[in-house]
């Protein structure tokens, strides 16, 4: 039985975390794989440099997620723009660069069909820690990496006890970037900066907490992460815009997201990353 494809006239993924542990790399490759859009716009911390400038865990599932971004631009006729966020803000010393159907840059403005002006920008702007403290935004990092690690072998505790899934590095999270995000008035400056761009849409990503809401007349999304809340934005034909979530996702395409070896999911993954193997020069 072949897989359903969903189709979108654009989606947005944030926060992927390339080259670190904690990168929800199968699902977000499951994701890619089993979908198509006109335009895919990768909205920062796709890959993490911090991560891997302190080694890091780059995967070959990592490499195959790079190479499958470009294999869409170059024979699925989509229209690629990378945007730069903080953790692989190195870009941002050549923007903007294009190349061919992919475009690099540090934000861009995205018209719905309905022509709405959205404005993208990965949203480290308004974190006044990371803008301001790089210091203490990078050891954040390095704890929040030990607290996803820890939150693994949680899980794993849980599971054998019959438990359901609970995030503690999300719990945690979500509190420390609340204090953050009000200190900093992220709101306020979502609406400022919209005006200034002379757009009514924000779409953001950064503090991995997805949304789709109103702030007064800008309609504010976030496209959340693939480290925990593992979702995307996808902009429908029609120009509606919906906060998806990977178990959506595989209930649409008829797959069991707690399966990995079933509906042709997973496997599939792993033999295409094996005849990749196989096909490179040694």
Same mark, same amino acid.
């Given at each position: 039985?072949?897989?359903?494809?969903?189709?979108?006239?654009?989606? !947005?993924?944030?926060? !992927?975390?390339?080259?670190?542990?904690?990168?929800?790399?199968?699902?977000?490759?499951?994701?890619?794989?089993?979908?198509? =859009?006109?335009?895919?716009?990768?909205?920062?911390?796709?890959?993490?440099?911090?991560?891997?400038?302190?080694?890091?865990?780059?995967?070959?599932?990592?490499? $195959?997620?790079?190479?499958?971004?470009?294999?869409?631009?170059?024979?699925?006729?989509?229209?690629?723009? $990378?945007?730069?966020?903080?953790?692989?803000?190195?870009?941002?010393?050549?923007?903007?660069?294009?190349?061919?159907? !992919? =475009?690099?840059?540090?934000?861009?403005?995205?018209?719905?069909?309905?022509?709405?002006? $959205?404005?993208?920008?990965?949203?480290?702007?308004?974190?006044?820690?990371?803008?301001?403290?790089?210091?203490? /935004?990078?050891?954040?990092?390095?704890?929040?990496?030990?607290?996803?690690?820890?939150?693994?072998?949680?899980?794993?505790?849980?599971?054998?006890?019959?438990?359901?899934?609970?995030?503690?590095?999300?719990?945690?999270?979500?509190? !420390?970037?609340?204090?953050?995000?009000?200190?900093?008035?992220?709101?306020?400056?979502?609406?400022?900066? /919209?005006?200034?761009?002379?757009?009514?849409?924000?779409?953001?990503?950064?503090?991995?907490?997805?949304?789709?809401?109103?702030?007064?007349?800008?309609? $504010?999304?976030?496209?959340?992460?693939?480290?925990?809340?593992?979702?995307?934005?996808?902009?429908?034909?029609?120009?509606?815009?919906?906060?998806?979530?990977?178990?959506?996702?595989?209930?649409?395409?008829?797959?069991?997201?707690?399966?990995?070896?079933?509906?042709?999911?997973?496997?599939?993954?792993?033999?295409?990353? =094996? /005849?990749?193997?196989?096909?490179?020069?040694?």
């Amino acid at each position: 039985m072949k897989t359903e494809t969903l189709k979108f006239k654009t989606i !947005i993924l944030s926060d !992927i975390h390339l080259g670190t542990r904690g990168c929800k790399i199968d699902e977000v490759n499951h994701f890619i794989k089993h979908t198509w =859009s006109e335009k895919l716009i990768l909205n920062g911390d796709i890959i993490d440099g911090w991560s891997l400038s302190r080694k890091g865990g780059w995967q070959k599932k990592h490499t $195959y997620f790079v190479r499958r971004v470009l294999k869409i631009a170059e024979k699925k006729d989509t229209e690629v723009i $990378y945007l730069a966020g903080n953790h692989d803000e190195l870009l941002r010393n050549f923007l903007p660069v294009y190349f061919d159907k !992919i =475009s690099i840059m540090e934000n861009y403005v995205h018209v719905s069909v309905k022509g709405i002006r $959205y404005l993208c920008l990965h949203g480290d702007v308004f974190d006044t820690v990371t803008k301001h403290s790089k210091f203490f /935004a990078i050891l954040g990092d390095i704890g929040y990496q030990n607290l996803l690690m820890l939150n693994h072998m949680l899980a794993k505790y849980r599971k054998w006890r019959g438990l359901e899934y609970f995030s503690l590095s999300k719990y945690i999270k979500d509190r !420390i970037k609340t204090a953050v995000n009000k200190l900093s008035s992220f709101e306020k400056h979502l609406k400022l900066i /919209a005006q200034k761009n002379n757009c009514t849409g924000v779409i953001c990503g950064h503090i991995h907490t997805p949304e789709n809401k109103r702030i007064d007349f800008i309609h $504010y999304l976030n496209s959340g992460d693939w480290v925990e809340s593992m979702t995307a934005i996808v902009e429908d034909f029609k120009g509606n815009f919906e906060l998806i979530n990977y178990a959506e996702f595989c209930r649409r395409i008829g797959h069991d997201p707690y399966n990995f070896d079933g509906g042709g999911g997973f496997s599939e993954l792993d033999l295409e990353l =094996s /005849a990749l193997h196989k096909s490179s020069p040694s």
